[in-house]
């Protein structure tokens, strides 16, 4: 087995090269090529691998096997010596994503001391973990300044080997426990990590690091970010949503957040005074309909069905019944399942709850209450007239 030199170690812009094909070897998706030398990054440490094509031929995924690196492919190549080409747009993103993190973590390191315990690359943005959740909002706004501070000076990035004892006399943001020569990657007077993945040759490459999001969980922070391109497109998207939304106000930008708060105010307000007429056009016509109902011995009970879109009335209906002297509300509300209200005056014969759970027994569904108030739901809509009529004989003056 040969020993794949890895032309992206020293050379992180290299995107083209040629190669041997050593051998190929099976694989689910075609075959996996095995080259003499490659500048296809394979994944690793957080940042996922390379794309491109080698001698014509498409590169799905790169992996690492220690000595060797796997490209797969969806077909052999033709010949022993092959082209290889990087899909640079997003190498150079994952670049810039991680030459970003460089720059962060050191920069939380130094604005309160935390640890980066682990990096990820995501399509859409990177996240480090952080081993305390204390992590505060003005020390992440230090870190973001210190970091862009560092990304405007364009300081220098560079890559040096050096044997695993020598790396221990190193000061490492991240100590290594490897055996075999250490890649260490230096952000000049800033940073000096042990490393094998690509970066860009000066901070200033990085363009910007933005900060999007931070979440505090299990004693890690979390910290979601972008840089470059990422920052750019980011901006942009922000920028439209933000634009929309003061379009939609007919306002400024500035004024957006202002806005929402008065008219969530607004909305507040209004919803209190719709529920006071709702409440007040249930009593007028709770009151009507113990006026039309029959009275007997003092008694008028008022049998209703109302719509299913009209329950919250109908409870208010019910309610309102109850006020009125000698009043029996026997309310029922459409719908899958349907629901009943029975409420009566404060004091009056009827056991409500037990004429509840009594017409529930019969047509199906569950309920019960106080005396003066019961609910009941869970029965078919169709059993609905038959739950009422059978109320009504449960009413203890013998209406039926
Ligand atoms: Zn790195």
Known sequence: MAICERLYYTDCYLKEFEARLVRTGPDPRGVRAYLDRTAFYPESGGQPSDRGMLSGVRVLEVIDEGDEVAHILAHNPAGESVQGSIDWERRFDHMQQHTGQHILSAAFARVGGYKTVSFHLGAESATIDLDSERLGEQQV???????????????????????????????????????????????????????????????????????????????????????????????????????????????????????????TQDLREVGKSLQKLVEELAELEAAQLWQQAPEKA?????????????????????????????GIALVGVKGAPATLFFSQTPGGQANLSDVMKQTLAEVGGKGGGTRDFAQGGGLPENQLEAALHLAERLLPDGRS
């Open 298 to 326: 003092g008694v008028r009970v008022v049998t209703r069905v109302f719509e299913a879109a009209e329950g919250k009335k109908a409870k208010l209906v019910a309610h309102a019944v109850g006020k009125q002297p000698g």
């Open 141 to 263: 706004e230090r870190a973001e300044i210190l970091a862009n501070q560092v990304v405007f000076e364009n300081r220098p990035v560079q890559i040096f080997f050096r044997s695993a004892a020598e790396t221990q006399q190193l000061d490492l943001r991240k100590p290594t426990l490897r055996e075999a020569d250490v890649r260490l990657v230096e952000v000049a007077d800033f940073d000096l990590s042990a490393c094998g993945g690509t970066h860009v040759s000066g901070t200033g490459g990085v363009g910007i690091i933005s900060i999007r999001k931070v979440d505090r969980s299990k004693g890690l922070a979390r910290v979601e970010f972008v840089c470059g391109g990422r920052a750019l497109r980011r901006a942009r998207h922000d920028y439209a949503i933000l634009s929309e939304a003061a379009r939609l106000f007919s306002t400024g930008m500035e004024n957006v957040p202002e806005l929402i708060t008065k008219q």
